[in-house]
């Protein structure tokens, strides 16, 4: 299971993510709003957590943003307030479910896995065709007509990223943030030579590419 966490609270939040990660979950951690809008729209998941306050963009904020973005995944709202004009503020803001801290981590459980029952959208495609290349998330299998790609795990993740945006541009602090973390020293030419390489085992033998540069951007996968 794939999860964003948005929240602001140190202790919490990496209370959060370690008994998510116990329970064998993949969880990116943000501490603020901003982060958490652009890891909902540049990555997916099976259900983001939002904080309500947090620094700089509130969690309701956020939703607000996202759905008018269109994005239609799963979002719960983590907060201290318990009137009922703020728990119908958030919902109607378009959060899934709403839940008071403090809380029990079952609770937590029990409300996400209710919330993927009830999901009748499929968050997340195995088998992505774009033209002749079929992508596989599941078994990260990657061919080019009949021909098999052997990706590096950096490439696959890359390639995954910009599949998942297909149509859209990714900027480069993105990518490099969603590929190699906020840590590391790569570089942007470090990442010009990767799409490069990246290039040269997927795209077809007539020319063409999958993977457009938009200068001074960053990059856009199409057909």
């Not at 890891?39 to 259900?47: H, L, P, R, T």
Request: proline share 2%; net charge negative; hydrophobic share 40%.
């Amino acid at each position: 299971m794939q999860i964003l966490l948005a929240e602001d609270d140190l202790r919490l939040g990496k209370l959060i993510k370690y008994m998510f990660e116990k329970e064998g979950a993949n969880v990116d951690w943000v501490v603020e709003g901003e982060s958490a809008f652009e890891y909902a729209i540049y990555s997916s998941y099976d259900i983001i957590i939002l904080d309500w306050m947090m620094p700089g963009e509130s969690g309701i904020s956020v939703c607000d943003r996202l759905r008018k973005h269109g994005y239609q995944g799963i979002i719960l709202m983590l907060t201290a307030k318990d009137a009922v004009e703020d728990r119908v503020s958030g919902l109607d803001t378009g959060a899934d479910d709403y839940l008071v801290k403090p809380f029990e981590f079952s609770e937590l459980m029990a409300r996400i896995r209710a919330l993927l029952r009830r999901s009748n959208n499929k968050l997340i495609e195995d088998i992505i065709i774009i033209g002749k290349l079929i992508f596989n998330r599941t078994t990260k299998i990657i061919k080019y007509d009949s021909r098999e790609i052997c990706l590096s795990g950096r490439e696959f993740q890359m390639l995954d990223l910009l599949i998942q945006n297909r149509g859209q541009v990714v900027p480069r602090e993105v990518i490099l943030d969603r590929v190699w973390g906020l840590e590391s020293e790569v570089t942007s030419n470090n990442l010009d030579a990767y799409v490069r390489l990246l290039r040269k085992k997927i795209d077809p033998p007539d020319g063409k590419t999958f993977i457009h540069t938009v200068r001074g951007v960053g990059y856009r996968l199409e057909e």
